[in-house]
């Protein structure tokens, strides 16, 4: 799948929290994001997953605009994980997609085979 962000706003109140930003990620690259604590990551992190509309700009998946998209075909495409996270200390990372696919069907071997 490929990402594409287009100019990019997003105000929290009157306080523009990310201004005019592009980008484009490719199919099977993988992209970090590096800077200063409050500076904007994770709110565009949530834009590009689709958990926050932005104020200005679009962002596409494979072309399409996920504004447009049915919250259950994104939900299918797209996962998001909070660097703090609200799981179990003991829980493995395939416990937790487990747990993401709960209003999605998917048998448990199939998931193991996947992951």
Known sequence: MSICAENITW?????????NVSLRVP???TVGLLGPN??????????LAGLRRPDAGRVTLDGQDIARMAKKQLARRVAFVEQHGMTEA???VRDVVRLGRIPHP???L????SG
Do not use: H, Q, T
């Open 11 to 19: 105000k929290a109140g009157k306080k523009v929290i990310v201004n």
């Open 106 to 108: 998917l048998s448990v």
């Open 27 to 29: 199919r099977g690259e």
């Open 110 to 113: 199939k998931l193991e085979r």
């Open 90 to 92: 003991n829980m493995r």
């Open 38 to 47: 409050g500076c904007g990551k994770s709110s565009l992190l949530r834009v």
